[in-house]
């Protein structure tokens, strides 16, 4: 048996875990019609066959219909959940994991125009900032309703088979009735702790009615919400007795924040360019002072770090959630002494922010998550060896050099560059988005691995590319910056990039046109504010940086702000002239009838890439397919047969900005879903 402290069984009341590594809840918007069915059981099924000892399903199920999802959760106030959670649950034991499920009810975090049309309740009229809705401050029917919502839902995941349940108390309703902030009732359910607590403990009482004493049942809970005027550390650890002398939960999973805006929810779920593990002293707080199992998540990427979190005693399950989205086979990665072959998460938090934006949850360099119906997360052998040319090392080409490896084919790379990364090179430059260059150094330990060749500081040309006598070439060169946007002065201008790399000098008085949305412009704002530059960031759309997306967005507006950073809304800059040491922006908007003017010493665009195309057209007529893709057989994942020409002697594919700018994961999965079936 293994020493290590992770790979150690942990006694959950009768329940036996296999190890020390969970899932914890969280909710990938999957779900059809709000039922766990086939795409979502696939998800938590490859990560029971990871090796996870536990896998906790469905962030947020709403347990009532007055608790309407804000993007796609589950609906476990309905029967007919049932039928597919026994689904569900028998698919994740027959892989030796265990499974729960977070039930809630969201208080005021949701809004009253989805579904029912019902008003949204909470013990007082206080708004939510981050859902905007004004709620009914709760009577004493909508109290008794609620409770038995909870204990009908509960019922129904026994019956489904679950494991256990955890009801969640950060942010949802049972927090806004533990919180001062949040509860202005009088009488039973308001004023003091006692109080306060009351809803949850009948909460607990009545579910413990219903599914007995052996069910599993515990609670997700924020120890501290570090708001002046909320629950205190003090009132969280007086929370984690009384919860854990209840008699009435088995475990305890402690947060610590608040989640009612964008900032709050970020130093919960903190996101690259942030500490790792920064509450994980707090949950060894909790479990010392309560002695009862504790759990706990809060970027711990790494498996060092949870290594640590079990070793030190901090918590007795430590859970990697963002982790398995990324590797979802992590664990046994670690049993087999293959750590180095672990995907890294980078905490680039394009999952989260997709579902907060009302998409699906992807990772951003694991384009298999979440599509484990159709994407592989294990490459299979190809039965003919082919060889295989790639052009480009951005997370395009090696993904594309990646999955080709594993497909064993005899791979060769050319790279102008003499590093491997492209734009995530760049990127990772800003110290904000240093662990971006994960993508790139783990696909390049992989490829190494696998015998890839790369040739570096080589241009490549058409006929260095034929000499190679390929059966498959891939175009992955990427884009350049484009900023011939303007109707004159477009020579006066320079990119974000090139204030990223360095390659120009930040001016003294700065105006950023983001026409693109995306990291570089409020990168190359972080760099010039630093520098200490007056800048102005402009944006034709009615919100800026909407690429970046919401919890992104939090660590650029704590240092932009403090900076002064002026941010400038629905107007689009239309031409640049110099005059004397200056230059004259001029401003229009896409509204119409506004003519302004800016006079600035630097003007910076960003406005997305222009592919580098001209190796790919070059090849164009010499290939058999003339770089024509099935899209049918591209979605369906079938090889791609075009025949345009049969003197070809070769597939020409181009993929990810070298065909138009998009992002890093429409660059990986446009790799992984060609080079699978090559």
Not at 166 to 188: C, I, K, R, V
């Amino acid at each position: 048996m293994s020493n290590d402290p992770l790979l150690q069984p942990f006694q959950l009341k009768h329940l036996t875990l296999r190890n020390r590594i969970i899932v914890t809840a969280h909710e990938p918007a999957y779900p059809e019609d709000g039922m766990p069915k086939g795409r979502y059981r696939a998800y938590h099924v490859e990560r029971a066959k990871g090796g996870v000892a536990m896998t906790m399903t469905a962030g947020s199920a709403a347990v009532s219909k007055d608790s309407p999802p804000v993007f796609n959760n589950l609906l476990v106030y309905k029967d007919e959940v049932v039928p597919w959670m026994k689904d569900l649950t028998d698919a994740v034991h027959e892989q030796g994991a265990a499974v729960m499920i977070q039930l809630t009810h969201l208080g005021r975090r949701t809004r009253w125009d989805k579904e029912f049309w019902l008003p949204v309740v909470s013990p007082s009229h206080r708004r939510e900032a981050a859902h905007r809705a004004f709620p009914k401050k709760m009577e004493d029917w909508d109290i008794e309703r609620i409770i038995k919502d909870y204990a009908d839902a509960a019922e129904r995941m026994k019956a489904g088979g679950m494991d256990g349940i955890e009801l969640q108390a950060y942010g949802h309703l049972m927090d806004q009735f533990w919180s001062p902030l949040t509860n202005e009732l009088d009488g039973p359910y308001g004023g003091s702790l006692d109080n306060r607590l009351r809803f949850a403990f009948d909460v607990l009482g009545e579910i413990r009615n219903r599914v007995g004493p052996d069910f599993i049942v515990g609670v997700r809970y924020t120890g501290d919400e570090m708001l002046d005027g909320g629950l205190s550390e003090d009132d969280g650890l007086e929370i984690s007795r009384r919860l854990r002398d209840s008699g009435l939960v088995d475990f305890l999973n402690v947060v610590r924040g608040h989640i009612d805006t964008d900032a709050g929810l970020t130093d919960v779920i903190p996101i690259q360019g942030m500490a790792n593990s920064p509450h994980l002293d707090f949950a060894g707080e909790v479990r010392e002072a309560t002695g009862f199992p504790t759990f706990h998540a809060a970027k711990i990427p790494d498996v060092a770090t949870a290594r640590h979190a079990i070793a030190a005693g901090k918590v007795d399950m430590v859970g990697m959630t963002r982790a398995h989205m990324t590797d979802p086979h992590l664990v046994r990665k670690i049993v087999e002494k293959r750590e180095d072959d672990i995907r890294p998460c980078v905490g680039a938090n394009y999952c989260l922010d997709r579902i907060y934006q009302g998409g699906s949850a992807y990772c951003i360099h694991n384009a298999a998550t979440g599509r484990e119906l159709t994407m592989p997360q294990t490459i299979a052998k190809a039965e003919v060896r082919k060889k295989v040319v790639i052009v480009g090392t951005g997370p395009a080409g090696l993904e594309a050099a990646r999955v080709a490896g594993e497909r064993g084919h005899d791979v060769v790379v050319f790279e102008a560059a003499s590093e491997p990364g492209g734009q995530v090179r760049l990127t990772a430059q800003s110290p904000r988005r240093r662990e971006m260059i994960g993508i790139i150094d783990w696909r390049m330990s992989q490829c190494e691995k696998l015998g890839v060749v790369f040739h570096f500081d080589t241009w490549a040309e058409a006929e260095t590319v034929q000499a190679e006598n390929p059966d498959v070439v891939v175009v992955a060169t990427g884009g350049l910056p484009h900023t011939e946007v303007l109707a004159e002065g477009n020579e006066l201008v320079v990119s974000a990039w090139d204030i990223i790399s360095g390659d120009a000098k930040p001016g003294d008085k700065v105006l950023i046109f983001d026409d693109a949305g995306d990291h570089a412009g409020l990168q190359a704002a972080e760099i010039l504010a630093d520098a200490g530059a007056e800048v102005e960031i402009m944006s034709p759309d009615r919100s800026f940086a909407p690429e970046v997306m919401g919890m992104n967005l939090v660590p650029y507006m704590r240092s932009l702000q403090k900076q002064d950073v002026t941010f400038t809304v629905t107007f689009r800059l239309t031409a640049v002239e110099r005059e004397g040491g200056q230059l004259i922006a001029h401003v229009g908007s896409d509204y119409g009838g506004v003519a302004k003017q800016r006079m600035v010493d630097q003007v910076i665009i960003n406005h997305g890439t222009i592919p580098l195309d001209e190796l790919y057209f070059d090849l164009k007529p010499h290939s058999s397919n003339h770089g024509e893709m099935s899209h049918d057989q591209l979605i369906v994942g079938e090889p791609q047969s075009v025949v345009r020409n049969p003197q070809g002697s070769f597939q020409l594919f181009r993929i990810g900005d070298a065909v138009a700018a998009r992002n890093t994961h429409a660059a990986i999965f446009d790799a992984l879903r060609l080079l699978k079936d090559v």
